[in-house]
Structures are given as C-alpha cells and as structure tokens.
T-cell receptor
C-alpha cells in the first residue's frame, strides 16, 4: 500500500462547477500538507500549503485537512478552463530530513467551457 | 526573476550512452532534489542534496549520479546502467520542507 493515495481520474467538469480533489494517507506523522498544480509538460507549482488540521482558503481554492481520518481535500469553486491541469497532493512530517516530502500520483482535471 | 532553470527541455539518448541534465537555481535555496515522473506513478525521488558537496540517494538512485559543487547547481547524469530512462525529469529546490518546493520546468528524456 502506498503512503499517499490519490484518485488519478481523469475528472471532467463543466465550467463553473465545484471541484473536489482528495488524498488519503497512512503515515500519522505527516504534519505539512500541500497541493501542487501541474500543467501539461511543465513543472508543478505550489498552490496551497497547510499545517496540521483545519481549513485554508485562497481565492477560489480551499484546502482541508482532517488528520483524524487521514484525509485531505482541495476544493475549487467556480472552476475555469484554465484550472485544467494535474493536481498533486504532497505531505511531510514535522522535523526530519529534507527528503521526506511524499507525493500522491496526481489527479488529472479537465474543466470544459 | 528568481527560479530554477532546467536544460535541455528535450533530450534523446542512444543505448549505452550517458547523458547529463542541467539544473540551476538563483533562489539561494540550500536543498535541491531530482525527481522522475512517469505516467500514473507520481514523483519518485532520485537524489537530493541539503548542502554543497553532500548528497543522498533517494528511492530510485540506481543508474543515476549527481554532483553538488556549487549551491546553485545540481546536475543529474543518467548512466547506461539505467535500463529504463525514458521519463520526465524534474529538479526542485527548497529552503526547508516547511516552505514547499520550487520546481523547474522539466526535461523529457527519450531513449532512441
């Protein structure tokens, strides 16, 4: 079993829809949780960053962390065609060495105009 | 602008040939990383370096080598010992795991 599981999709939604992207994990030591967006043939870019449990909002994006369920989510409101990309979750424990960022396999999202 | 530059964007390798992928950053980040990305498998760590002249193997280091002679540079050599090198290679850097990683735009390596 992988440490981080992410539904690969593909996920297609109409423009304006609310999108929910999710990851589950097994390592209870994870404390830092991130979402990266990766456009085709490009490197990932950091989208959202949260520490421990709770919600964080940035414009149309909301990141949620539920450590009791070992479950994180990224919500995209009023989705746009420009949101079409692969979304990767990533997480790491508190402290530890620099290598301990673990990525999900990514969910491919298409927002149809 | 600060960032990470990877070159070349596309690279073709013949069987039995070594090739070197370049990664340069001007972010003054201490740590640098190399990842391999294959369809459906996410990012897999090849090597990482936390300081100059020191680097550590990641999860899939076999067939790869790196050097870190300067803070700004972390080149990756794909050797002939790597049996399945066709993939998208990503370089990243960070000032510590709390700040997330900054990625380059990647190099797509194809064996011909």
């Amino acid at each position: 079993q992988k440490e981080v599981e992410q539904d690969p999709g593909p996920l297609s939604v109409p423009e304006g829809a609310i999108v929910s992207l999710n990851c589950t994990y097994s390592n209870s030591a994870f404390q830092y949780f991130m979402w990266y967006r990766q456009y085709s043939r490009k490197g990932p870019e950091l989208l959202m960053y949260t520490y421990s449990s709770g919600n964080k909002e940035d414009g149309r994006f909301t990141a949620q962390v539920d450590k009791s369920s070992k479950y994180i989510s990224l919500f995209i409101r009023d989705s746009q065609p420009s949101d079409s990309a692969t979304y990767l979750c990533a997480m790491s424990p508190s402290g530890g060495s620099a290598r301990q960022l673990t990525f999900g396999s990514g969910t491919q999202l298409t927002v149809l105009p | 602008d600060g960032g990470i530059t990877q070159s070349p964007k596309y690279l073709f390798r013949k069987e039995g040939q070594n090739v070197t992928l370049s990664c340069e950053q001007n972010l003054n980040h201490d740590a640098m990383y190399w990842y391999r990305q294959d369809p459906g498998q996410g990012l897999r760590l090849i090597y990482y370096s936390q300081i100059v002249n020191d680097f550590q193997k990641g999860d899939i280091a076999e067939g790869y080598s790196v050097s870190r002679e300067k803070k700004e540079s972390f080149p990756l050599t794909v050797t002939s010992a790597q049996k399945n090198p066709t993939a998208f290679y990503l370089c990243a850097s960070s000032m510590g795991q709390r700040n997330g990683y900054t990625f380059g735009s990647g190099t797509r390596l194809t064996v011909v």
